[in-house]
């Protein structure tokens, strides 16, 4: 059981627009940055979004991060079948003093 | 380009011992004994878990609760590596293992991450 939840799976079409969210509480969204990480099959996480809304290098403005309490959404415009990956949110909990993840979100382009 | 090769997996017995080590090269902006360093870990099938984070000079260490007392996390500057040394380990171990450079204080984020050491325990 992760200590931030998201959604196992998520889908939509080709260039329509998804979010995956990720639910937390007070010792971690509600009081660090959340990140947002993509992984294919058997690669390494690669980051996408840190600072809860700040776009990593060379990541396209498709892809979008935003906080508000204890929850943290990560957007997708223009989906392409290339975006078929899991998605994890993660941050800092203070009470626990770890590092924590999401369980992760599937993505299918349909 | 920030670079980060892991080694030292492998297949042992539980109750056994293993020792990962990650180098680090191309920290071109800032050096490795400015960074955090931090261990993931992904069982298969499963999704990431944050195992261990150790601050530039080793003055701050954090563990997962199911590591504690069994892992250790360590690094040598001079080196450029950082390491998880981890005794009696158990089935539920098996994963792969990335080092990842962390971001930290006030934010925390994993910007750069190795392919992964296998670790395997299994009789």
């Known amino acids: 059981q992760s200590v931030l939840t998201q959604p196992p799976s998520v889908s939509a079409a080709p260039g329509q627009e998804v979010t995956i969210s990720c639910s937390g509480s007070g010792s971690n969204i509600g009081s660090n940055s959340v990140s947002w990480y993509q992984q294919f099959p058997g690669t390494a996480p690669k980051l996408l979004i840190y600072d809860n809304n700040k776009l990593y290098l060379g990541i396209p403005g498709r892809f979008s991060g935003s906080k508000s309490g204890t929850s943290a959404t990560l957007g997708i415009t223009g989906l392409q079948t290339g975006d078929e990956a899991d998605y994890y949110c993660g941050t800092w909990d203070s009470s626990l003093s770890a590092g924590v993840f999401g369980g992760g979100t599937k993505l299918a382009v349909l | 380009e920030a670079q980060l090769v892991e080694s030292g997996g492998g297949l042992v017995q539980p109750g056994g011992s293993l020792r990962l080590s990650c180098a680090a090269s191309g920290f071109t902006l800032s050096s490795f004994s400015r960074y955090w360093m931090s261990w993931v870990r992904q069982a298969p099938g499963k999704g990431l878990e944050w195992v261990a984070s150790?601050?530039?000079?080793?003055?701050?260490?954090y563990y997962v609760d199911s590591v504690k007392g069994r892992f250790t996390i360590s690094r040598d500057n001079a080196k450029n590596s950082l390491y998880l040394q981890m005794n009696s380990l158990r089935a539920d171990d098996t994963a792969v293992y990335y080092c990842?450079?962390?971001?930290?204080?006030?934010?925390?984020?994993?910007?750069?991450w190795g392919k992964g050491s296998t670790v395997t325990v299994s009789s």
């Open positions: 150790m601050k530039e000079d080793g003055s701050e260490i």
């Open positions: 990842a450079r962390l971001v930290r204080q006030p934010v925390f984020y994993m910007d750069v």
